[in-house]
């Protein structure tokens, strides 16, 4: 997947084949207060401390942003005056900013104004790991609602 979401940003041949080079085929140790371990098969990602991780991972993740984005349909509205000063067309209005995800690096943060809309965005991004063969871990999913409890 990482291959189809370089070639959508059109970058040339060599290049991505240059990319997945630096991560096929490869083995490695890990470093141990009693030296380093034996060598073994790395199957199959990137190293989390690996210099092109962050841009990799924003290409990685984007096929699944741009989705969340065009599909948005009840966003939280952020409300501020520092807003105004910038233009966007992507804008409801100049002082309003439609927000349903913060990202940073592998932590994801989905933004909603409704449960609905909250499960069809987990629906989404629940898809695109099982495209990507990847998961996300359910353990560490925080629900957090500002709604008052009227009952």
Wanted: glycine share 2%; hydrophobic share 40%; charged share 15%.
């Amino acid at each position: 997947m990482l291959c189809f979401a370089l070639q959508h940003l059109c970058l040339p041949h060599n290049a991505i084949q240059f990319l997945l080079s630096l991560f096929l085929s490869r083995s490695n140790h890990v470093i141990t207060a009693h030296g380093l371990t034996s060598p073994y098969r790395v199957r199959i990602g990137i190293d989390q401390g690996e210099v092109i991780s962050p841009l990799l991972w924003v290409i990685y993740l984007d096929p699944l942003l741009t989705v969340l984005k065009n599909e948005k349909k009840d966003p939280y509205q952020l409300i501020s005056p520092i807003v105004l000063h910038i233009s966007s067309s992507d804008f409801c209005s100049p002082d309003v900013l439609d927000i349903n995800n913060l990202v940073f690096m592998d932590d994801s943060t989905l933004i909603s104004s409704s449960k609905e809309e909250m499960e069809y965005m987990l629906s989404i991004t629940e898809e695109f790991y099982c495209l990507n063969n990847t998961s996300a871990n359910h353990n560490k999913y925080v629900l957090a609602t500002n709604a008052v409890d009227t009952s």
